[in-house]
């Protein structure tokens, strides 16, 4: 298994330039989020998805859009970037309970290397 | 509702101390309970978690944690800090909702 990938490694935007990171997953979790971290504020939550065709907000969802067409894939797109979001973006996917049960792997986090995102 | 606190932004040592890494957390129900290791551009990996049963937890890299309920704690030890667990840790609660709250993270500093 490869686990989460997230693609690209490091990106450099111009103020209102768009884009989308990738993130994919292949342990057929149902759950999978987006987090930003930034220095001194731990991972803030930006949007996630309980399945395929369901997603919603977090903490902090403006200025970015997501959507979840299959259970592998779940992008990120920021839709006109602006220098507060240069940031690191991680990818996190995990099985939920029913199919994780009690004693498994329910709501274990599997995170991504992460995207290192500079707009300028 | 769910929070986590951990105590400490930064947490030094010296090469072979205890290492005590503070987590409370508030749950309107019975929790699940994680801490996760993040290295130097990296992504975080699971250290351990107590869901039920046993409060003693064990993960890698030889740390443990305690869940007490009556202290809704979850502290991170580890009996002897080595030079390569230098890195940040979270401490993370699963309440009644889907998604994990996450703590700011405590950065272990190791020293020679």
């Known amino acids: 298994n490869a686990g989460v990938t997230q693609t690209p490694k490091f990106q450099v935007l111009k103020t209102g330039q768009s884009m989308t990171l990738q993130c994919a997953q292949d342990m057929n979790h149902e759950y999978m989020s987006w987090y930003r971290q930034d220095p001194g504020m731990g991972l803030r939550l930006i949007h996630y998805?309980?399945?395929?065709?369901?997603?919603d907000q977090g903490e902090v969802p403006n200025g970015y859009n997501v959507s979840r067409s299959t259970t592998e894939d779940f992008p990120l797109r920021l839709l006109s970037a602006a220098p507060s979001q240069t940031s690191v973006y991680f990818c996190?996917?995990?099985?939920?309970?029913?199919?994780?049960?009690?004693?498994?792997?329910?709501?274990?986090?599997?995170f991504g290397p992460g995207t290192r995102l500079t707009v300028t | 509702a769910q929070s986590v606190t951990q105590l400490g932004s930064h947490v030094s040592v010296s090469e072979g101390a205890l290492v005590l890494l503070r987590c409370n957390y508030s749950s309107s129900v019975p929790p699940y309970l994680f801490w996760y290791v993040q290295y130097p551009n990296q992504g975080l990996q699971l250290l351990l978690k107590y869901t039920t049963g046993a409060t003693l937890v064990k993960g890698i890299n030889g740390f443990e944690a305690e869940f007490k309920k009556s202290e809704t704690s979850f502290h991170l030890t580890k009996p002897s800090a080595h030079m390569s667990d230098a890195a940040e840790y979270f401490c993370a609660v699963k309440g009644g909702s889907y998604i994990p709250t996450f703590g700011r993270g405590t950065s272990l500093i190791v020293h020679p």
């Open positions: 996190a996917s995990s099985p939920l309970g029913l199919a994780g049960g009690k004693g498994g792997r329910a709501y274990e986090q599997y």
């Open positions: 998805s309980v399945g395929a065709g369901i997603t």
